[in-house]
Every structure is written in C-alpha cells, then in structure tokens.
C-alpha cells in the first residue's frame, strides 16, 4: 500500500509543486504572449489527463491487489472503450494544436512595418547594426570582412553607409515598434535567447535566419547563447535595453555609423586594388542580396 | 496484402482453419538467405537515397561547378555489366547443375569485378592529378563520397564471392553452392542498378 | 473438422520451415569467447552495454557536480565539462540503450519467445558483437588522443564539431565518427538476424499475432534501427570527410581568428536534417522494446491478459511509421524554413494517440487484474508514471510555438531524461529481476531490489520534475555555468545542489543493484522452472537456464496467444502457449481430458 500512497503523492504533489515553486518564467517583455496561453492551455489539459491517469492507477493497484482466492478478468479487447478513448486523446491534441500553430501563424507572418536590425554573432561575442537614417541596412559578405571591416559591409551599396554600429556593446530597441532581428554569423551555430521575449532562432553561418517581436515594457533584459558553439558557449552573453521612444532616439544619436568607424572601408579606398578584387565584390554583392531573402 | 489481414486477426479466437492446415504461420518459403539479402537491400538503399538527395540539395543550392568525366568511367561501366553478366551465367548453371559453368561464371565475375574496381580507383588517380581534389567544390566531394560507396559496397561482395569461391576450391557440389550463387548474382545486380543511376546522375550534371 | 478439435497431436511435426542450423561449439575459445551461441551474444552485448552504461554515469555524475557546486569542483575546465556533455549523452543513447535492448535483451530473448534454437545466422551474429566491441573502445580511445573526446554535444552539430573552440575537434571528433560507422555495420548484422529469425524461424503455430509484445517491440524497434542509421551513417562518413579532407558538405564560409578557412557552400542545415532524420526514430528504437517488455511484465505479474492486444500491435507498428516523419521538431528554432513547423508540429502530436493507447492500455491491465506487487511489477509501474509525465512534456516541446522559448533550456534535457533515461532504465531493471531467474535460476535479492527500486524511483522522479522548471525560468542547457543573470533567482542555485544531491544518492542506488547481480548469480535463492507461471515459450525449456538449442530434443508446437491468464474454465491462472488442449485441466472437473481448448479462451468480444 505504501506504491498506493506514494503514487497519490507524486500526483498531487507535482500539482501542488506546479502552483506553489518558485522557479516560473520570467514576466514577459514582448507581443509573444499567446505563445504563454499555449502553454498554460496545455498545462491544463495534460495536468487534469496526467493526474487522472495516476490517480486511477493508484485506485487500480489498491483494489486489485493480488488474493490467491481472487481472479483476474479475461476480457481480450474492448473496441468501443479503445475508440472513445482514441477519440478524446484526438480532441486533447487538437486542443493543444490549435493555440500553439495559431500562435506559429503570428510567429511565421512579419508585419509589414516591421524594423530591420541585425544581430551579428561570432564566437564568443555579440555585436549589432541598426540600419540608420535612410532606413535600410547594406548589404554585406564575409569576405569582406576584416579589421578594418568587422561586419563585412559592402562599400559600393550606399545603404551601408549610414548603418548603425555596435560593438561588444548593450543593445537597445524602441518600446512597441515591430521589429524584424535578421541574424547572422561568421563562424559557427549560435542562438539569440532574451527569456524575456520568447522568441528566439538560430545563428547560422551561410545564411541569415530571423525572428521578429514588438517590446511591450521597457527594462534591461541578458542577451543569451541558446545553441552550443564551443568552449566559451556559456560567457557569450550581451544585454538589450527596451526604452521609451524619446529615450530610444537620444541613445540612436549618440552611437557611431560604419562610415564614421572605418571610412576606408566605407568608401572602398582599401578594397578596389586588384581587378579581381572589384569583380569579386560585384559577384558577392549580387549572390548576398539573394541569399538574403532566401531563408532554407 | 498479407501482412494486413495477419495483423488484423484476433489471436485469443479458435481459427480452425489456421491449427487444422498448419500453415507455415506466414514465414516465406524463402531460404533465410534471400530473406536476409532483400532486408539488406532496403538498408544499402536507404544510404544511397539519402546520399541522392543530400546530392541534389547541393546541387541546386551550393556552388556547383561539374566535374570531368573520364571515358574510362564508361569503360569501367562495361566492366561491371560484364561481371553481371558473368554471375548470371554462374546462376543460371546452378540451376542446371552445371559446375562448370559455376566456376566460370564466377570466375569472370569476381575477376572483371575486381578490373572495375581497379579502374575506379585509376579514375580518381587521374582526377586528382589533374587537380579536381574532394576539398576543392561540392560536385568533386559527392563523387569521390558515392563512388567510394559504391566501391565499398562491392569489396563487400567480394568478401561473399571470396567465401563461394573456396567452397568451389575445396570440392563444393552445386548443390553447395547454389544458395551463395543466386545470392552474390541478386547483390551484383542491385550494385550494377546503384552504378548506372549515379553514372546517370554525374552525366547529367 | 470446424469445431477447433485438433487431432493427432502426437505427430504433429514442430517446424514446417527448415531448422536453424545448429552450430556445436568444441572447444572453450569458440564456446564462451567466439560464440555463436545468441544467449552467450546477448550476456556479452549486455555486459559490455552496462560497463560502458557505468562510465556514462559516472561522468554524468561529473557533470552535476559542476553543476551543482561550481566554485568547489575547480578541477572541472569548461572543455572538460563539454567533454563529459558529449560522451555521456552518445554512450547512454548509442551505446548502452540500443545495444542493450536489442543485441542485450534481443539476442537473449527473440529465439526463445519465437521457438527457435538460436537466430538464423549465428555466424553473423557473432561477427556483429565483436564489431560492437570494436567500436565501444574506439569510442573509450578518444579519452586518451590529443586534445582528448569531442565536446560538441552528442547531436555533433557542424560546424563547431570539427572547429577549434571546440574540444576535441583535432582527434576526438574523427575516433567518435569512426566508431559510430563500425556501431551501424556492427548493428545492420544483427539486426539481419533479429528480423529474418521472426520472420522465417517461428515455432509450428507461432503466427506473428501469437508473438508477445516484447517480440512485436524488438522486432519493429530493429526494422525501424536498419532503416534510420543510414541516415546517421551518411551524415557522419560526410563529416569525416569535412574533417580529413576539407570537403564542404556541411562547411559554409568561416571566419575563425581572422582567417576565411579553405569551406565554402556547404549547409549546417543538411546535417540536422539527417542527423535528426536518424535521430528521432532512434529513440523509438529505444521506446518500442521497452513498451513490449512492459506489457509482458505487467500481464504475467497481474495475471491478466494484456488488454487490447491487437490496438497494442498496430500501435506499435503505427508509431514506428510516423517516426520517420517528425524529426524536423528537434529543428524549430534551427533556421530551417519555417513553414515545416506546422508540418511536423501536426504529425508529433499525432503521434502522441498511439503512444497514449497503449499508456491506457497498461493501466488497463493492471484493472480487475489480480495484481503481484513483485518487484518487476513495481518498476512498470513506476515506468508508467515516468513514461507519462515524459510524454507529457514532449506535448509542450512538439507545439511549435511552444517549444520556441523552451528550446535549448533545461526543459528539454528533463524532458529527454524522464523518457529515454528514466523510463527505459526503469524497464531494463524490471526486464533483469523478471529474467534473471530464467538465465540464472536464481532471484535477485529481495530486500536490496526493494532498495534499489525505491531510491531509483523517487531518487530520479525528484531529479529531473523540478528540472522543468529551471527550463521554465529560462536556464540554458550545455551551460558549464550559469553564472551572472538579471532573471535567474538564487533559489535556482539551491535546485542545483539538491539535484546533484539526489543524482548521487541515486547513482550510489545502482552499484548496489550491480552487487545484487553480481552476488546473486552464486547466491541468490534457487527459482525454480518457471516462477511467475508465464506463459511465453522463454520460461516453457527443458532445463533453467536454457541449454544450447534451447528446447531440447523437440521444438514446442503453439496452439493460443501469449496471454492466457486466468481463463475462466481453466484451474491454473494461466495456459502455457505450447500446451496442447487435452492437457489444460479444467476447473471442477472430474480429471477428464477435452481434447479443445475451453471455450471462453477463444471466446468472441
């Protein structure tokens, strides 16, 4: 009897652990809070069928312990019993399913006044571009990139010129602006983890993966590695800072664009040697522009 | 099917039919062998698939840029539908009780197989020499990976052939030998299909 | 003819298809060492699955006491900690779990449940042990390489597995690709045997819905083994070649300390998909002879049929279909296109029915059973419990969106423990008390199996339920250390430590059960033929242990399914599958021998 009690205790208990621990997510910084209901749907439909389940387990193992005068039934299958509970579990997955590829639609659909900014990660550090007064970011290939060139911007699209850099420095986002974070990566598979936001994607070098999100209250959130990449996975850590507009723009101000941080680079004066070099940026910059829209 | 009208049937019910025929309970009347050669089969096709379509991926989604193609691949290609040909024939005489023609069949089998596998690695020799390594592009890569593959997959072969042909040595009957013959000539076939689907790739890519 | 009334019993012949080709070992080197014996392959497959199991528990062991007490176990580097990471993970999933449940309980079991002398080619059989061990310590040799074992978690993610910055990217990585390609050769052999002996060696009127559930498992558990390591094959022959040769079939362009390596154009991506492709079959390679066991264990220890036998098969075989059509949800947040999440978040969760029928399907059992709480009895019991609660969370993490935050965090390393560590291990413990009488004719100690049974349980249960939680809070998995956060609360820190705590005291929990093993096989109390009165061909030998050819002069003949408990009618509470009918002594009757079975053991639903 003692598997009895132990059985109804772990039932009830892992309830009661459920309310009464410490240790549940952190207050929610983003519009991803359907992907919370999901999962508050799901913690009680599989709470109420886990506890049932156990529960009538226990009852089970209580009244049909073994008595050498006693005997068990002989009852092969019942189909009609099979298919009920066939058909509820359906239902149960259904009702999981519909919230959660909802929420997915929201997740896979960017809106159309979405903000493009770009995190770019390399082993063990985070940096960022903003894409600066004109809007839009330049494009850029890692083959550019080199101390003079961190983020490998293209010198011949103007678009680059303007854009906003940050280095091993906090980001900052505008509260309640949507915001579509392209990411990007120079060596190996990182993630882009803020708890806070819910949202996050890999880093994966070869291509520029994303995920968008809107900042629905302001404070300093850790940015953190979400996908092991070696030895210093655990140290890659950075910050983003949500602020109001007003304070949003006065932090914008006071940061450095690519052409005032590295004007050889920006105006091509240390690219254009060799021909080969000036075809090579030519032919990189048509296949970056592509590989930029094309999400495998 | 079978397979499904066995696996619907309720097990704790009386099947007079089942008890009173005592049927062979659904095995095939396959020798084990030839069982066991079809599930490997289904195993060496899934390697090659999943190589076909990692193939085809990077082919439409990586630099790409084609490799040469020696004529002596088709020369080699001749070599093995010969080999084929040649387990056939040894087959065939199993059926016939035909030990000679076993032994030859064999014979030129293993030998033309081992002329093949010769060539292949002349073929890489060449294609290294003129500088296309495995490192330099992702064509390159994928056809030292599927010919190695394949290759590989014959020496295997000819590790079976090899056991066939001391049986022969050491005075096996026909009757020995027919199982281990009809098995090496189904594998040599299956191998010979692998090799002109990826010849047929290559060339067309 | 038509009333089920078999006659001349006497000279029905045991098997309509050939023999298994019994081989006669002579001397001691080709009788204990080079055996083709399929019960010696299974003791030696065993045996080396639970000492390398020992080394995985050991450093996972390691791995919590950085955890748990990170400023105390300074002698822990972060590369040594990946180190452990890695190891542990692709010794407990490749190399204890498969290699135990399918060459360990398969090589043993299959050919006495099926009523064969031994598997169709005991040759083979024997070749793919050795390559197992060949491959088990080419995986131990990367301990002591330059640079030692790779650090790149088991799912051996390119592009860092073969970077620097990563540990063991120099030799490490190349000794673990080379064995996990013997493992797959070694394992294609025996898995040959293990699906051509059920199909083509089964005993005179063992039909496949005669099989019990443990064979069913085995069965579809090694068909789905043969048709999923290509993929893993595949994937890690094309990282070998990235490694050894500079090829770029998963090396995009990469910048590391300033230099562009010679990569370019390959797809990270295209490994995941294989690897996964492999990957997520595979721990239904571990699940599915675990759930057959189970519902053997249950059955006999209830004495009650397993119910819904027929649902239970195709379960069984439907699951192991869908199998190979989920992977991609070990990639949400990959960078994949993201238009699969929907695809492969709808076929997970319906995945989840079938795996969720045969859960109601054992409680369903164990109702109006007449249950033996024996200790093979209590650990199914506790499989259940854990098995669900894992299923459960899996829920969560196959609803694309929700697996979104939780991703990478310590929700999912609980999640894959209570349902590929937890659960199976519970059933490889019921699988060894529940058998060990018929390898040995002995039990294993009572007293200390209640022990072990008890701390395992709670020990693990308490483990890894408030490790969800830390998930939860939005702690990263693979971390060495959490160190500095604005969101992670002290109290996280105390978890860790009670954790670690409680891994131990379970750890210490296993060398006890190992002693038991061990002690018992010279004194453990005498069982006797057959001590829980099952009805499968396994315990219905001439002689316990199973001597070689396994049922002596003559193979058994069939005549019912493997559940015959407590059939009304019938005084015994259970019905042998090889008893013919005019033996089956019937209740209240006066010794008359009927030469049918009694009705109501056929009768309809």
């Not at chain 1, 009702?95 to 990660?121: K, M, Q, R, S, Y």
């Not at chain 2, 396959?30 to 195993?43: D, Q």
Request: proline share 5%; glycine share 8%.
């Amino acid at each position: 009897m003692v598997l009895v009690v132990v059985l109804v205790v772990l039932a009830v208990g892992s309830v009661v652990f459920h309310f009464w621990s410490p240790w549940w997510w952190t207050p929610i910084a983003s519009n991803w809070s359907n992907i919370d209901e999901a999962i508050i749907i799901t913690f009680w439909i599989t709470g109420v069928v886990y506890t049932a389940v156990i529960l009538f387990m226990a009852y089970c193992v209580y009244r049909y312990r073994y008595h050498p005068d006693k005997r068990a039934d002989y009852e092969p299958e019942n189909t009609k019993l099979e298919l009920w509970l066939c058909g509820l579990t359906t239902i149960g997955v259904v009702g999981l399913l519909t919230p959660g590829l909802l929420a997915w639609n929201d997740f896979v659909t960017v809106p159309e006044d979405a903000v493009e900014i770009e995190v770019l990660g390399k082993q063990w550090e985070w940096n960022y571009r903003l894409p600066g007064k004109d809007g839009k970011l330049g494009t850029t290939s890692i083959r550019l990139i080199n101390d003079d060139n961190p983020f490998g911007i293209n010198p011949k699209d103007p678009n680059g010129k303007d854009d906003v850099l940050i280095e091993g420095d906090d980001l900052h986002m505008p509260l309640g602006q949507n915001i579509k974070v392209l990411l990007r990566s120079t060596d190996v598979l990182h993630d882009f983890y803020v708890p806070e936001f819910r949202a996050k994607m890999d880093l994966v070098p070869g291509m520029v993966t994303f995920f968008w999100l809107r900042p629905t209250r302001t404070g300093t959130f850790d940015v953190l590695c979400a996908e092991l990449c070696g030895v210093g996975h655990h140290i890659m850590r950075s910050s983003v800072t949500v602020d109001e507009k007003p304070a949003y723009e006065k932090w914008l101000n006071e940061q450095e664009t690519f052409a005032a941080l590295y004007p050889k680079a920006a105006d091509g004066s240390q690219l254009a040697g060799t021909q080969e070099q000036a075809r090579d940026i030519t032919v990189i910059t048509a296949k970056e522009s592509e590989s930029k829209t094309a999400v495998r | 099917m079978g397979i499904f009208h066995e696996i619907t049937k309720k097990p704790w019910l009386a099947d007079p039919a089942e008890d009173e025929g005592y049927h062979n309970q659904g095995a095939s009347f396959l020798p084990n062998g030839k069982v066991g050669l079809r599930v490997f089969l289904c195993v060496v096709t899934v390697i090659f698939t999943l190589t076909l379509i990692a193939y085809a991926d990077r082919m439409f989604f990586a630099t790409w840029s084609p490799m040469p193609e020696p004529w002596i691949l088709w020369v080699n290609t001749a070599l093995l539908i010969a080999s084929s040909v040649a387990m056939q024939w040894a087959s065939n005489s199993a059926g016939r009780d035909n030990l000679g023609g076993v032994r030859d069949g064999l014979l030129f089998g293993g030998v033309l197989t081992f002329a093949f596998l010769t060539g292949q690695l002349y073929v890489w020799q060449q294609l290294v020499d003129l500088g296309y390594y495995a490192s330099l592009n992702t064509a390159n890569a994928f056809f030292y990976l599927l010919t190695a593959l394949h290759g590989l997959h014959l020496l295997g072969g000819l590790i079976a052939w090899g056991r066939s042909m001391l049986r022969l040595r050491r005075g096996g009957s026909v009757a020995d030998l027919r199982l281990s013959v009809e098995l090496c000539t189904t594998y040599w076939h299956y191998l010979l299909l692998i090799w002109l689907i990826l010849f047929g790739l290559l060339l067309m890519s | 003819m038509s009333n089920g009334v078999l006659d001349e019993t006497q000279v029905i012949p045991p098997a309509e298809v050939e023999e298994v080709d019994l081989y006669h070992a002579k001397s001691f080197i080709t009788k204990w060492v080079f055996s083709q014996d399929a019960k010696i392959i299974a003791i030696q497959y065993s045996t080396t699955a639970i000492l390398i199991g020992l080394v995985g528990l050991v450093l996972s062991w390691m791995m919590r006491l950085q955890l748990g007490f990170p400023d105390t176990f300074s002698f822990i580097s972060p590369e040594d900690y990946y180190q452990f990471v890695t190891m542990h993970g692709m010794i407990m999933v490749i190399y204890l779990l498969t290699a135990l449940f399918l060459g360990g309980f398969g090589n043993y079991l299959i050919p006495l449940m099926v009523g064969a002398r031994d598997m169709v080619f005991p040759y083979l059989n024997m070749i793919s042990y050795w390559v197992y061990l060949l491959a088990v310590i080419i995986l131990t040799a990367s301990f002591f390489v330059p640079g030692g074992a790779s650090g790149a978690g088991w799912t051996l993610y390119p592009p860092q597995a073969i970077l620097e910055g990563t540990p063991g990217s120099q030799w490490g990585i190349i000794l673990m690709l080379v064995s996990l390609v013997f493992f797959i050769i070694g394992f294609t052999m025996g898995g040959l045997n293990y699906v051509v002996t059920v199909l083509q060696a089964r005993a005179r009127g063992m039909t496949l819905m005669r099989l019990p559930l443990t064979v069913w498992g085995i069965f579809t558990a090694t068909i789905l083994a043969l048709l999923a390591f290509p993929a893993l094959f595949v994937g890690g022959v094309m990282m070998l070649l990235d490694r050894v040769l500079g090829t770029s079939f998963f090396m995009p362009e990469i910048i590391q300390a300033g230099e562009l390596l010679g990569h370019d154009s390959g797809s990270p991506l295209l490994f995941q998909h294989l690897f996964w492709f492999f990957g997520h079959p595979e721990v239904y390679i571990v699940a599915l002879p675990a759930f057959g066991v189970v519902s053997d264990i249950i059955s006999t220890h209830a004495r009650k049929n397993i119910f819904g036998y027929r649902m239970m098969v195709w379960a069984i075989v439907s699951i192991a279909g869908l199998s190979f059509v989920v992977w991609a949800h070990h990639m949400y947040v990959s960078g994949m296109n993201p238009y699969f999440g929907f695809f492969f978040a709808t076929t997970t969760l319906i995945i989840a029915v079938p795996t969720a029928l045969k859960l109601y399907n054992w409680v369903l059992t164990l109702w109006k059973g007449n249950i033996h709480l024996s200790i093979p009895m209590l650990f199914c019991i506790a499989f259940i419990l854990v098995f669900l609660n894992g299923g459960i969370t899996g829920l969560f993490l196959g609803n694309v969106a929700v697996d979104i935050p939780l991703s990478d965090t310590m929700f999912v390393v609980a999640h894959f423990h209570m349902v590929m560590g937890i659960a199976p291990v519970l059933v490889i413990f019921a699988a060894i008390y529940h058998w060990f009488p018929l390898m040995t004719g002995r039990f294993l100690h009572e007293g200390w199996g209640l022990f072990h049974f008890w701390i395992t349980f709670l020990g693990s249960y308490l483990i890894y339920f408030p490790m969800h939680y830390l998930g939860f809070v939005g702690v990263p998995r693979r971390y060495y250390e959490i160190g500095e956060t604005s969101f992670i609360p002290p109290s996280a820190a105390t978890l860790n430590e009670f954790i670690t705590i409680m891994v131990l005291i379970v750890g210490f929990a296993q060398v006890v059960f190992i002693l038991n093993i061990l002690i018992s096989i010279f004194k453990g109390k005498p069982s006797g033929e057959n001590p829980w009165d099952a009805t499968t061909l396994e315990w219905q030998t001439e002689t316990t242990p199973p001597g070689h050819g396994n049922f002596g002069d003559e193979l058994p003949v069939v005549y019912r399914w493997a559940y015959a408990y407590s059939v009304p009618g019938v005084e015994a509470d259970f019905v042998p599958q090889n008893l013919p009918p005019d033996q089956i002594k019937r209740s209240g009757s006066s010794g008359e021998a009927v030469a049918e079975d009694p009705p109501e053991l056929h009768k309809p639903e």
